[in-house]
């Protein structure tokens, strides 16, 4: 079983509230992941981290921010929350180096903004 | 056109039948495939990965690859009610970093 967590698991806020999704994993991979789901649809990469001090956007234009200070620990911000962030965000890790790219998901934050 | 593309179904099969799931998708240069199924409610989580032309078998499930058609399939014999999720087609872009899902295909097996 994997070992990634996200916290929390539901959110539901008001506009205009900063928020930070958390993510931690425990299996020491260098890369790390946060896509968005809306129901039916595709997961879209928003940003994405090989390594401690690397952070890039992906293709997902997003409002939100992250940081990797620790390897285990990627969390997600929003400074200013609005209802077209409403949406379910996976976090999701994988070896360096890895030709089968497998990712191991985090059970997602549900976020709700009212 | 949408760079990986899937029937949304629903499919529905009866338990004990071969479901058989189809993606198609652009980028010819891609070379890593891979099916990740996601259960309601869920998180996906990896079935197969499939690099090479050709038929790949683990247990149930037989990832098939066509390079030249840009078809990946993905058959899952003696199908199970457990099996009903909806199965998402993976396909790894023009970098390491990026793998480009499908919409997904939802399965329900039928007792």
């Known amino acids: 079983e994997a070992d990634i967590y996200q916290t929390p698991r539901y959110l539901v806020i008001g506009t205009g509230k900063k928020i930070t999704l958390e993510c931690s994993q425990t299996?020491?991979?260098?890369?790390m992941y946060w896509y968005q789901q809306d129901p039916g649809m595709e997961l879209h990469l928003i940003h994405y981290?090989?390594?401690?001090?690397?952070?890039e956007k992906g293709d997902l234009s997003s409002e939100s921010t992250v940081s990797r200070i620790r390897t285990e620990h990627f969390p997600l911000t929003l400074e200013s929350a609005r209802p077209s962030h409403t949406s379910q965000y996976l976090c999701?890790?994988?070896?360096?180096?890895?030709?089968?790219?497998?990712?191991?998901f985090g059970s997602g934050t549900q976020l709700s903004v009212l | 056109q949408k760079e990986v593309e899937q029937n949304s179904g629903p499919l529905s099969v009866p338990e004990g039948a071969i479901a058989s799931l189809n993606c198609t998708y652009s980028?010819?240069?891609?070379?890593?495939f891979f099916w990740y199924r996601q259960y309601s409610g869920k998180s996906p989580e990896l079935i197969m990965s499939?690099?090479?032309?050709g038929d790949k078998e683990d247990g149930r499930f037989t990832a098939q690859l066509n390079k030249a058609s840009q078809y990946v399939s993905l058959l899952i014999r003696d199908s199970q009610p457990s099996d009903s999720a909806t199965y998402l087609c993976?396909?790894?872009?023009?970098?390491?970093?990026?793998?480009?899902f499908g919409s997904g295909t939802r399965l329900l097996v039928r007792p």
């Open positions: 999701a890790s994988s070896e360096r180096g890895s030709t089968n790219e497998k990712l191991f």
């Open positions: 299996m020491g991979h260098d890369k």
């Open positions: 981290s090989y390594g401690v001090n690397s952070t």
């Open positions: 980028d010819r240069v891609s070379q890593s």
């Open positions: 499939i690099y090479s032309n």
């Open positions: 993976v396909v790894e872009g023009d970098s390491s970093y990026k793998l480009i």
